[in-house]
């Protein structure tokens, strides 16, 4: 394949994934397509055309984490006539900050291009990749007892910002993953600590109402209930006369009171 063909078909393959509009400003790694790191949840939400009711809270404390999934085939903004390879794109915000996308392709659109042609086309985008030894290579099977299987197989990054394309088994397709160095340290930071919390303050599920301090009593005494009852019968079957005892006491408790 001659240079320009090369040229060609990375400039068509590109505007196939990342969206012919970014290729203006190529090599600038903070933003995908006209979506930018560190933008808010409603600047993000009006570029995209995706709806407040779409973002879910992962976590409350101790930073605010949440995600909106942005699924470019069916906007309505897409030029009729335009293939649409990109099938969802998931973003997260670390405090109503974008610090991470994940890009997942259509495997259909996809379909018979090589590690090559895809590296090529985001590089017409980010600049020259750094590739992983994996690039030269054919789709490594999925580990044992797992369908699917992920490589890296190249990355474009500087000292803010970084991309990474990874290849997938099943579905035979391809993810970038683009993150903001310092906001995706903090949010690290933050999910870990939320693991490390109660749970109690963790953001409540769909049609989940959190639950008060009365109803965590009710569930604590429940509980300790449980927990006591085998507890009793253990001692009556190693103590008899404790057995007797309980039971005499109990007969007392509900002998009907006589008054004279």
């Not at 393959?13 to 090599?27: D, E, N, T």
């Not at 490594?140 to 394309?165: C, H, K, M």
Request: glycine content about 6%; overall charge positive; proline content about 6%.
């Amino acid at each position: 394949m001659t240079t320009l063909n090369a040229r060609s078909l990375a400039v068509s393959v590109c505007a196939l994934l990342i969206g012919g509009s970014h290729l203006a400003g190529a090599q600038d790694l903070s933003r995908y397509r006209e979506v930018a790191f560190g933008s808010s949840v409603s600047a993000v939400a009006a570029i995209t055309g995706t709806k407040a009711e779409d973002v879910k809270v992962l976590h409350q404390r101790p930073a605010l984490i949440q995600e909106l999934v942005w699924r470019p085939q069916y906007a309505i903004s897409r030029p009729v006539g335009r293939s649409e390879a990109v099938r969802e794109v998931s973003l997260r915000f670390y405090d109503d900050k974008l610090f991470s996308l994940i890009v997942v392709y259509d495997a259909r659109l996809v379909q018979g291009l090589t590690n090559a042609d895809i590296i090529a086309a985001v590089s017409a985008v980010y600049g020259p990749a750094t590739l992983t030894r994996a690039a030269s290579q054919p789709p490594v099977p999925a580990p044992a007892g797992s369908i699917n299987g992920t490589t890296a197989i190249a990355r474009w990054q500087d000292t803010d910002y970084e991309f990474t394309l990874m290849r997938e088994v099943y579905p035979e397709t391809f993810r970038l993953l683009g993150v903001s160095r310092e906001l995706a340290i903090a949010a690290r930071a933050a999910d870990v600590e939320a693991t490390r919390l109660d749970p109690l303050g963790a953001a409540p599920k769909h049609g989940e109402r959190k639950p008060n301090s009365r109803s965590r009593d009710a569930h604590r005494a429940q509980r300790e209930r449980r927990t006591a009852a085998p507890s009793r019968r253990i001692l009556a079957r190693e103590d008899p006369r404790a057995g007797r005892i309980s039971r005499a006491e109990q007969a007392r408790e509900h002998r009907p009171s006589i008054t004279a």
